[in-house]
């Protein structure tokens, strides 16, 4: 049980695009590019219930992937590039923009779970 007195709630949104503690908004959650630390140095919240799985990726895909085609699209019906100038547009662009997406959105999942207390299912014997 969170102790409310104690730990102010932290707002889950800008706390885990920042890569902030979900509890207090303070402590950095990350240990690395996308590691995650083992627990809060400011409020001592252990991060062992943080398991994003395959979710920031998957959501970084639908997200840019949906930008890419749709920009790949009006260039190619606007100018109809040879294939080289698609490949040097476009790999590095969606390469840099997965990278700078990924590690917000992981923060922001991991900030999610926290605030809903989100637990892996579990059947009823």
């Known amino acids: 049980m969170i102790d409310k ?7 889950p949104v800008s706390a885990g695009l920042a890569g902030r503690c979900p509890r207090c908004g303070q402590g950095r959650l990350f240990d690395g590019f996308l590691a995650l630390r083992s627990g809060c140095s400011t409020c001592g919240l252990s991060y062992d219930f943080a398991d994003s799985g395959d ?9 840019i992937g949906f930008v890419i085609v749709g920009l790949v699209l009006i ?31 992981k923060g922001l999942l991991i900030a999610m779970q926290f605030r809903h207390q989100a637990e892996e299912g579990k059947l009823d014997d």
């Open 5 to 11: 007195a104690q730990y102010p709630s932290a707002n």
């Open 55 to 63: 979710g920031p990726a998957v959501f970084v895909i639908m997200l």
């Open 75 to 105: 260039v190619e019906l606007s100018f109809q590039p040879p294939i080289w100038v698609h490949m040097v547009l476009w790999l590095p662009l969606t390469a840099i923009l997965a990278a700078a997406v990924l590690r917000p959105l």
